[in-house]
């Protein structure tokens, strides 16, 4: 069966840090996402790709980069982290018109 | 900005009882609705889904969707206590491969 793996699954980072986030499926899925969930509230986009070398934007891009150089993998930057920033980011792959799948997400902490 | 509005915010439901949940989107190019179910620490978990105007049932959940006012609504009847949880409503453009998140409607269900 396939699946998304997340890495990390814990990241603790510096104020003013850039951080990296990594995201592999092996379901051989075209579109990739990534998404921001703050402790209770619902998902909102940063970035996302239909295929290999493609990104688009979402809502919440700015403080963000994203990669995507191989069809298997979505990688996520911040930029420069927020002092007290803590979330969980999700990565989700898809298919056509299948509901996307999510990986186990990555919870960032920011001292 | 596309958005996808989510009503209650939050829902208490004897157990047994019947939860209604409901869903709109501002974008008129959506084509599909899905509806995620996340139990606390965990990644969202799809559904029900739907594109068609009119109700789907898979057992004790039912799915309507309104195509010309963009709204859907996801009922859940006998409610559990494992019911308990932050459901999700994602709105799919499908040429843009755009995937809009709600900000959630957390449920509780009361033994």
């Known amino acids: 069966g396939g699946i998304i793996t997340q890495t990390p699954k814990f990241l603790i980072g510096q104020e003013g840090q850039k951080l990296t986030l990594k995201c592999q499926q092996n379901?051989?899925?075209?579109?990739m996402y990534w998404y921001r969930q703050d402790s209770g509230k619902g998902l909102r986009l940063i970035y996302y790709?239909?295929?290999?070398?493609?990104?688009q934007k979402g809502d919440l891009s700015e403080g963000y980069d994203a990669s995507r150089e191989k069809k298997s993998s979505f990688s996520l930057t911040v930029t420069s982290a927020q002092k007290n920033e803590m979330a969980v980011f999700l990565c989700?792959?898809?298919?056509?018109?299948?509901?996307?799948?999510f990986g186990e997400g990555t919870r960032l902490s920011v001292l | 900005q596309q958005k996808v509005q989510q009503s209650p915010e939050s829902l208490i439901v004897p157990e047994g009882g019947m939860a209604s949940l409901n869903c709109t989107s501002s974008?008129?190019?959506?084509?599909y609705f899905w509806w995620y179910r996340q139990h606390s620490g965990k990644s969202p978990k799809m559904l029900m889904s739907i594109f068609s105007n009119g109700e789907k049932e898979e057992g004790r959940f039912t799915v309507h969707l309104n195509k010309a006012s963009l709204h859907t609504s996801l009922h859940i009847r006998d409610s559990q206590p494992s019911d308990s949880a932050l459901y999700l409503c994602a709105a799919w453009n499908y040429n843009q491969g755009k995937l809009i998140f709600g900000q959630g409607t957390k449920l509780s269900i009361k033994p």
């Open positions: 379901f051989n899925h075209d579109t």
């Open positions: 989700a792959s898809t298919n056509n018109n299948q509901a996307p799948l």
């Open positions: 790709s239909i295929t290999e070398n493609d990104l």
């Open positions: 974008d008129r190019n959506v084509d």
